[in-house]
């Protein structure tokens, strides 16, 4: 059966978030939800996310599941906000807890981050299948963006997070914390292995070229076409090229109030003596 999609495109971060439901059930899961965030002013906004919630409610679905593909360094989760709003437990992959573990160190945090995932619903392994409706989602652990990063298989379509783009695109980078190329180049092979005619859903779409965003592909198309895995590209020039390539990277605009953020699945911190919340900035951390 074919899962009904719906994506949605936050424009400052190129993410792309999905509502996917089963059509005969209604029952409904949403993935990687952006919470809008100004970091000139410390303003947090749910513009995106209510975006999602309208769209939920006038397509009569019931969310059972908001589905984390990884941490993200590049936008903070709204997935508090529409836990509250809709309902929905909140997953991620299992080894979250060495995410945490990494950078509750680097944010001196681990006496208020306990990595051990207990700020998620439900910790996921590869080969853990969740129920939607009359559908399922299967669970494939795909690391090398980061150490806990899961893609999810719902019917014929293949949500990915940030572990492929578009195949003028190529892939992620592979230089946070416990991220790793060779790693990468696996996870994305085996992917690759699916049936060909799988619909591959990304997690951001940059538009080289000033093309149109799109953020829908297939397995085959990527083997055909990908200009970093494609069919043809062996392990270790891809090894040499992303290593190459990462080292000329900028980090994140977001990235320290996305990961203090999105470690506490997306809570905020606790308010200090005078009600007020704050992030922090190390110096010198990366």
């Known amino acids: 059966m074919r899962p009904e999609i719906e994506a949605f495109l936050h424009g400052r971060t190129k993410t792309i978030s999905y509502v996917v ?12 939800p952006v919470l809008d965030y100004d970091p000139g002013g410390g303003a947090t906004a749910t513009d995106s996310a209510d975006r999602l919630i309208a769209h939920v409610e006038n397509a009569g679905l019931k969310v059972d599941w908001l589905l984390e593909t ?10 508090p906000y529409l836990k509250e709003r809709l309902g929905g437990r909140t997953v991620i992959g299992a080894r979250i807890t060495e995410v945490q573990g990494r950078f509750a160190d680097i944010f001196n945090l681990k006496d208020e981050v306990p990595a ?33 990063c899961v893609s999810y298989l719902v019917g014929d379509a293949l949500f990915v997070g940030d572990t492929i783009f578009m195949p003028d695109y190529g892939t992620a980078r592979c230089d946070f914390p416990g991220g790793d190329p060779g790693t990468l180049f696996r996870s994305i092979r085996r992917l690759l292995a699916l049936p060909p005619e799988t619909r591959l859903f990304v997690g951001h779409d940059y538009a080289p070229g000033g093309r149109d965003t799109a953020w829908e592909t297939t397995v085959g198309e990527q083997r055909a076409g990908n200009i970093h895995v494609g069919d043809g ?9 992303r290593t190459a390539r990462d080292a000329r990277l900028a980090l994140p605009e977001l990235i320290l109030p996305a990961i203090q953020v999105n470690i506490r699945a997306g ?12 992030l922090k900035i190390p110096l010198n951390a990366f």
Not at 123 to 137: F, K, P
Not at 267 to 278: A, I, M, S, V, W
């Open 21 to 32: 439901a089963d059509p005969t059930t209604k029952r409904a899961a949403v993935l990687d």
């Open 70 to 79: 990884h941490i993200h360094a590049d936008h903070l989760t709204a997935a």
């Open 116 to 148: 051990d995932g207990s700020q998620f619903d439900r910790l996921v392994e590869d080969g853990d299948r969740l129920e939607l409706g009359n559908l399922d989602i299967a669970v494939l652990h795909t690391p090398g963006h980061t150490p806990a």
């Open 233 to 241: 590209i062996g392990e270790a020039d891809f090894v040499a090229m």
């Open 267 to 278: 809570h905020l911190p606790p308010p200090e003596k005078n009600g007020r919340r704050y």
